[in-house]
């Protein structure tokens, strides 16, 4: 009985594993819908990997933009505030930066999206643990 309680356990925990999902949050961006993927869900301190995803107002992807990846956080008692902005690089559909977070607490993270004549932002707030 024991042996097939800790199987069912170790299958559980494989499966749950397998279905952990990216951090996901869509917003809008003047006439854009900006997708941000962090691979850690919660994002955590230190390096994460960031992939943002913009499509038009007819649902169309934008490849043709450049875009950069801005990230702040208030300052705190002992600590100075920190705003650091990141170029993306365009990787199939999807503009992607490594983002390194120093400190646990809230983040702010702005997409800011230059395309031809147009410029966008979109604010995130994350809460890095």
Known sequence: MKRLVLAVMMVLLV?????AKDYEVTKKAGDYNVVI???KNPP???DNNLSVAIKDATGAEVKDAKVAVEQS????????AVKVKTDTEL???EYKA?????AAGGW???VIINRGDKKARAKFN???R
Do not use: Q, R, Y
């Open 98 to 102: 490594k983002l390194n977070f120093s």
């Open 15 to 19: 499966a749950g594993t397998a279905v």
């Open 44 to 46: 955590i301190t230190g």
């Open 37 to 39: 993927k962090i691979d």
């Open 73 to 80: 956080m208030a300052a705190m008692p002992g600590m100075p």
């Open 126 to 128: 994350i809460d890095v």
């Open 108 to 110: 702010g993270i702005v």
């Open 91 to 93: 990787k199939g559909s």
